[in-house]
């Protein structure tokens, strides 16, 4: 078995109100320094090791992500 991140995150030119508001609430928890938050998903997947990238990227595409407003990236990692 492979083990698979694919991390999902708004596009750039969409609002993200969610990292907003985290960015927000940093200074009223004494936090300083941080200018902008986004904030997005990260699916972990334990697939077989003939699951080949190709397939990886149309899940990615086509299930875990909107690809109208999210941008996504999977890798693979040690188990």
Known sequence: MARVV???MPKQEI???QGQA???ALP???FE???Q???GKRFEL???ENVDDDTLARIAENF???PVIEDWAVRRVES
């Open 33 to 35: 320094g941080v200018s």
């Open 64 to 66: 875990l992500a909107n």
């Open 28 to 30: 009223r928890q004494g």
């Open 6 to 8: 694919v991390d999902v």
């Open 37 to 39: 938050v986004r904030q």
């Open 15 to 17: 609002l993200d109100p």
């Open 46 to 48: 334990e697939v077989d």
């Open 22 to 24: 985290v960015a927000n």
